[in-house]
């Protein structure tokens, strides 16, 4: 029996994208095309051999109820050490008020099946996070978006969006070296933010991927500063991506029903894997590890501004963080990124263009450069490439966009 399953569909599919709405298959093909659009660790960052040495032991040392259903909030180790390591970063964590998750994307996706009703308002950043966008569209919010500034959130724009009804349902954020800016907001602007949201009641979701990997110091998550923020955390870029391993940190009134909703979604996480984490971290080894990985990602982030400063031409701006996988070039007025890419593409570098991180896809002068996969002469080859199409694009005139 064939079906006509467009008419079978659910209203809110037609809700559902990809979290990167460009393709990329259309651009022109280069023999020696290099990508500056990877947010991700690079292999010489990804501890396979210690990761595969505690999935061993755990393995062989495994008693059969390890391999029954149980631990829907988590394995209560890793619960602990995760407690453990956000208190030394100043946020005072229980670990019975933290849920283990499927990377802290399905972190957002739970907070969003609490509290999102369909057209609920959610406050965004602008630019932010596409996969965010993603999980509220499925759940039928308004997205606001809020521009950023080099300090992040800009508290004016904030204080218009809280104060206009309905009132939003709350506040996602990655403060800390956002994506796609690394920019990181400092005391004065993480109080601000703190204070708008108290006073018009609405709370706040911190996404944290890149915490951790600061160059110079922490500067410590906004749920140090307020107990109330729901706080979401992952060891995909400081361990591996693949092991999906998350977690959230919410206030303990919302605990059972992140349990319940975690348990309706996949049950439990992988109990042998949850344990494998908690093997490879012992013995002060993941703190020497992370001490390693951020010296990487601070050499190639100077790399890339040096770099920067050789290819850009005049005009040309972009953020310096203190931390993270990313850096955001802004072109000169005229130029469109995602205009530019195609050029970009033929000449053998590709970027993401600043559109794909505004839910409404609108012209950017803005692209995202990720540093962290690349090495220093892969780094240098795609800059320069990048810094000629820029200054042909300005030479020739052909300019559009914004």
């Known amino acids: 029996m064939s079906s006509a399953w467009d008419a079978r569909l659910a209203r809110r599919a037609a809700r559902i994208f990809p979290s990167l709405r460009f393709d990329f298959d259309s651009l022109p093909a280069h023999p020696d095309a290099i990508s500056l659009a990877g947010g991700v660790p690079p292999v010489e960052c990804l501890p396979i051999e210690r990761l595969a040495a505690a999935t061993r032991q755990v393995w062989a040392e495994a008693e059969p109820a390890t391999f029954a259903y149980d631990e829907t909030q988590g394995h209560r180790p890793l619960r602990e050490l995760i407690a453990s390591r956000m208190r030394r970063r100043g946020a005072d964590v229980d670990p019975d008020t933290i849920v283990v998750t499927a990377g802290a994307q399905q972190g957002i996706d739970l907070i969003a099946r609490l509290l999102l009703d369909p057209g609920d308002r959610v406050v965004i950043e602008a630019p932010g996070y596409f996969g965010a966008f993603q999980v509220f569209d499925h759940y039928e919010a308004d997205i606001v978006p809020v521009p950023i500034d080099e300090q992040g959130l800009l508290p004016a724009a904030l204080e218009r969006a809280l104060a206009t009804p309905p009132r939003p349902k709350f506040i996602y954020t990655v403060a800390t070296f956002q994506n796609p800016t690394g920019v990181t907001g400092g005391a004065a602007r993480r109080q601000e933010i703190l204070a708008l949201a108290a006073r018009f009641d609405v709370p706040i979701v911190e996404d944290d991927p890149y915490g951790e990997l600061w160059f110079e110091a922490d500067p410590g998550p906004l749920r140090a500063l307020d107990p109330h923020v729901i706080y979401l955390g992952t060891f995909s870029k400081t361990l591996a ?50 001490d390693a990985a951020r010296r990487v990602y601070r050499a190639r982030w100077e790399t890339l501004q040096a770099l920067l400063e050789r290819y850009m031409p005049d005009g040309v701006r972009w953020t310096r963080p203190c931390g993270g996988f990313f850096a955001w070039v802004t072109l000169p007025a005229g130029l469109d990124a995602r205009e530019l890419l195609s050029a970009a593409a033929a000449a053998g570098v590709i970027y993401l263009p600043g559109s794909v991180f505004y839910p409404d896809l609108r012209p950017s002068a803005s692209l995202r450069i990720g540093f962290s996969t690349l090495p220093e002469e892969r780094l240098a ?20 966009g914004p």
């Open 241 to 290: 991506p693949a092991l999906r391993m998350g977690w959230i940190a919410a206030p303990a009134a919302l605990m059972r029903l992140l349990i319940d909703a975690k348990e309706a979604v996949d049950i439990q996480g992988d109990r042998l894997v949850q344990r494998a984490v908690v093997r490879a971290c012992a013995d002060s080894w993941f703190d020497a590890h992370l």
């Open 381 to 400: 080859a795609a800059i320069e490439r990048l810094g000629g199409v820029i200054a042909a694009a300005l030479t020739t005139g052909t300019r559009s």
